[in-house]
């Protein structure tokens, strides 16, 4: 899909209308090639993402909040921030039939530009003032592009006209004619895109499917006067900007295309609010907790290998334990070898006697080089070993069982962090229990994160633990002894603690808080979950265990379906 010259005139209608005035807020590196701008303008706020993404270049507005996605910021981001940000954006422009994008902005520091170049494969984002290069996302050296240098402290120097297009609007139909003759066997499209500025391969794919009933149609299968009518039908409201933003789905509800104008050679075209609203149906917007997606990504690696290693120490001391029935069958052994020492062979391999009278026969195995008095002694030395063992491994065994739901809670904490604080919580756990592998990674200075706070309509608060140090914090610090408390059933995740003040709790009250523990837990994606919930009081920390692992009585089960609910930090 092109992000055309079209697509870029419809944005700089819609941006001007909505953001012209506005004043910059905020600059957030989303990711190494996108920066994103908070704008408010008309007691409304505005998140404007630019990217330079070279398969993917855009610019639009995002419905959601914009997230910084990188874990410091770019030398880019740094400059807007002295640049851009608290300035006011005076104007929006774009060069006659560029794929450029030109923000003018006006802050203490005086008047500069960000300027987006929508250019497959040469994508860019520069900052400009007084026609120099501040910085960039792309910089390209004379040993890259001897024409076009975009280096900080060198001259902005526009995209080179295309000199070898005619422009939109001034096409006749003679040209076409020619076009069409020059290689008959060539899909006519792609003549048409290629000789006319602003043209996509999107539109020019509509313009022959309008002519001629096929949008892949070859040049010699069309007709110059039919083709002609076409392009003038479809061209006349793009040049007087009367947009028609829209994008085309396939079955399955997937948006395969975006436009400003109705394409009719492809299924499924609706008309869309703004062209701000077809793009970000088509590419996405990084928004909410995806935003931070790379970000997790070392830290749920690190979570992986200490599961594994920590799963693999457990499985070892289960292996170490010794049963009941092999421990006392150790014990028989020697006892039963000490009292018949003196009618047992030197060289036996095996012996057999009874233990109890109405039990059946304990089998021996002897070591032959032994004596039964010695083959005694090995057996009660096996017994004492292995009853130490049944003392000491049990206590480890099952402190590697903690270890292992904690790292677990650790997952979920990740799964669901929505912001660096809490990401960074989740790598310091890590690095706190030894389970950090490798240096650590540079990131944003953050400080902790909170809980989160539900007011209900009928005066009660709900508070969620959205991670295990939050957890420990909603239930020991926030609950009171008689306040309700909820989790889901046998799975990590949320603490919610409902303030009672002393009083009954109502059923939609529960609800609602059994729904929140079920959405910020690992059960988050289920049609269903169990929740637990009891008095605080009836809730305690695990001995020796980490911060959030508690045991609990008392409690009742509710079946809720997962649910995120409007809330107040």
């Given at each position: ?256 295309s975006f436009s400003t104008f109705e394409v009719t050679y492809l299924p499924g075209w609706e008309a869309s609010p703004s062209i ?294």
């Amino acid at each position: 899909m092109y992000f055309d010259v079209f697509t870029i005139s419809a944005l700089v209608d819609e941006l001007r209308e909505r953001l012209v005035g506005g004043r910059a807020q905020d600059v957030l590196d989303v990711t190494e090639a996108a920066i994103g701008l908070e704008i408010y303008n008309d007691h409304q706020r505005y998140y404007l993402l630019l990217d330079a993404d070279p398969n993917r270049p855009r610019a639009h507005l995002v419905d959601g909040k914009l997230r910084r996605g990188l874990p410091k910021p770019t030398q880019l981001g740094l400059l807007m921030r002295r640049y851009v940000e608290s300035g006011f954006l005076v104007d929006i422009t774009q060069p006659v039939g560029e794929r450029v994008l030109i923000l003018h902005f006006d802050s203490p520091l005086g008047l500069s530009q960000v300027i987006v170049e929508a250019i497959e494969r040469r994508a860019n984002i520069l900052l400009v003032q007084e026609g120099l290069i501040l910085d960039c996302v792309r910089r390209v050296g004379a040993q890259d592009n001897r024409v076009r240098v975009s280096l900080p402290g060198r001259d902005y120097v526009e995209p080179p006209p295309q000199v070898d297009k005619v422009p939109a609007g001034m096409v006749e139909v003679g040209e076409i004619a020619a076009w069409l003759d020059e290689i008959p066997g060539d899909p006519a499209w792609r003549i048409l895109s290629r000789h006319i500025q602003g043209v996509s391969p999107l539109l020019a794919r509509e313009m022959i499917f309008q002519a001629v009933g096929r949008a892949n149609a070859s040049a010699a299968d069309c007709g110059a006067r039919a083709v002609f009518s076409a392009y003038a039908e479809l061209i006349k409201p793009l040049l007087k900007r009367a947009w028609r933003p829209g994008m085309t789905r396939d079955e399955s509800g997937r948006v395969t295309s975006f436009s400003t104008f109705e394409v009719t050679y492809l299924p499924g075209w609706e008309a869309s609010p703004s062209i701000s609203a077809a793009l970000e149906a088509y590419y996405g917007a990084p928004v909410g907790e995806d935003a931070y997606q790379k970000a997790k990504e070392p830290v749920l690696a690190q979570i992986r290998e200490a599961l594994a290693r920590v799963g693999h120490k457990a499985e070892s001391l289960r292996e170490g334990l010794r049963s009941e029935a092999e421990l006392t069958h150790i014990r028989q052994a020697g006892e039963l070898l000490l009292a018949y020492q003196y009618t047992i062979p030197r060289g036996a391999t095996e012996f057999e006697a009874q233990y109890d009278l109405d039990g059946p026969p304990v089998r021996i195995k002897l070591d032959p080089a032994l004596s039964a008095l010695d083959n005694a002694k090995e057996y009660f030395e096996k017994y004492d070993k292995a009853k130490r063992a049944l003392e000491g491994v049990p206590a480890l065994l099952q402190a590697a069982e903690n270890e292992l739901a904690f790292l677990k809670q650790l997952e979920t904490d990740l799964a669901l962090a929505a912001n660096w604080p809490e990401i960074d919580e989740v790598r310091d756990a890590l690095e706190r229990d030894g389970h950090w592998r490798g240096p650590r990674q540079t990131r944003p200075q953050t400080g902790k994160s909170a809980p989160l706070k539900v007011s209900t309509p009928d005066g009660y608060v709900i508070w969620v633990g959205r991670n295990s140090r939050q957890n420990d914090q909603v239930t020991f610090d926030k609950g009171a002894p008689d306040d309700v408390w909820c989790h889901v059933r046998g799975m990590p995740g949320a603490h919610v603690i409902i303030k009672t003040g002393g009083r009954g709790v109502p059923e939609d009250v529960l609800s609602r808080a059994a729904a929140l523990a079920a959405y910020y837990s690992a059960a988050r994606g289920e049609g269903r979950a169990e929740v637990d919930y009891t008095l605080r009081k009836y809730v305690r920390k695990i001995k020796g265990g980490k911060p959030g692992q508690v045991t609990y009585r008392n409690e009742t089960v509710i079946e809720v379906r997962p649910a995120d609910v409007a809330a107040e930090e």
